[in-house]
């Protein structure tokens, strides 16, 4: 046997135990467990829909033709895997990006809205963290409304906000950032509040031995001490931006973005629309949260912390 032929079994071994110490095995375990409950779903679903069209048929139909029609139904209730990939490249890779039936073009409307949101509830989130952190008034009195404040649901004030900027003249994406803003400025405000008041006592003592000024402790020590607690909230607010933009989508029948997409594949009954513009919204989400992700690995490299 030659050094080669020995060499590829140990390379193989070696690829696999770098496969099971790793993520990539558990995750491809998991996702093909998910394919097959969601192919074993999809033939129990549209069970009753596809007894309907084979009693149209003179002849009996076997298993694997009502398998393979509760796979290939047009308007299925729950759609086949292979129908929502199908539906999903089709939209985003056969059709140009400027089309109204392209999903990028649907995704890059919601995610403008998002991103507006977020910024300005990142703005907000951090002002009103600092404010907490500095007076003692602020921390009694606002914290608690802060709080309050998410208890009311999101598809009850959606539909106000509209009206009321609506009202004023802000239309198309202003009313969709500001719902994104209204839920992701809280995971910021609560992260930022934790992160500014995470030095401990001692540290804050040494400040004051050194008679630092309370800007001085607040860029040395709070803020530094802040950044890890600030971007685990912004991978929070920058997912719950994207689901601010779509519900601003819902209550006023856009013509644009995924909640559009949804609004009309669930008018129409097209479940595979609904389902691949909701692949997509993961999708844009995901890249969001990587973005994220990647800023904090850079930032926290500038600031000599590990990542």
Known sequence: MTTEALARPLGLSAALGRLR????????????????????????????????????????????EFVCTAWSLDRPVLPAPHQVAIEFCDSVF???????????????????????????????????????????????????????????????????????????????????AVISMYLCFFPVTI???????????????????????????????????????LFTSLKVAIAISLVGAIVGELPTGAQEGLGARLLSGSYYGQTVQIWSALFMAALLGMVFVAAIGAVERLTLRRMGGTT
């Open 191 to 229: 992260g930022m509040v934790k992160g500014l008041r995470s030095p401990d006592p001692l540290q804050l003592d040494l400040m004051r031995t050194y008679s630092a000024t309370p800007p001085q402790v607040f860029w040395k020590l709070r803020w530094p001490a802040s950044v890890a607690f």
């Open 94 to 176: 056969a059709r140009d990006v400027t089309s109204p039936r392209s999903l990028v073009y649907h995704a890059y409307v919601t995610g403008s809205a998002a991103f507006v949101g977020f910024a300005f509830g990142t703005l907000l989130g951090i002002l009103l963290a600092v404010g907490i952190v500095s007076w003692r008034a602020l921390d009694r009195s606002l914290l608690p409304w802060i709080i309050a404040s998410q208890t009311v649901p999101i598809l009850a004030i959606a539909p106000m906000i509209i009206v009321v900027l609506g009202n004023v003249g802000l239309t198309g994406l202003m009313p969709k």
């Open 21 to 64: 110490e790793g993520t990539a095995l558990p995750v491809t375990v998991v996702l093909g467990i998910i394919v097959v409950v969601w192919y074993l779903g999809a033939i129990w679903l549209n069970a009753g829909l596809v007894e309907q069209r084979l009693e149209q048929a003179e002849k009996p139909a076997t298993a694997a």
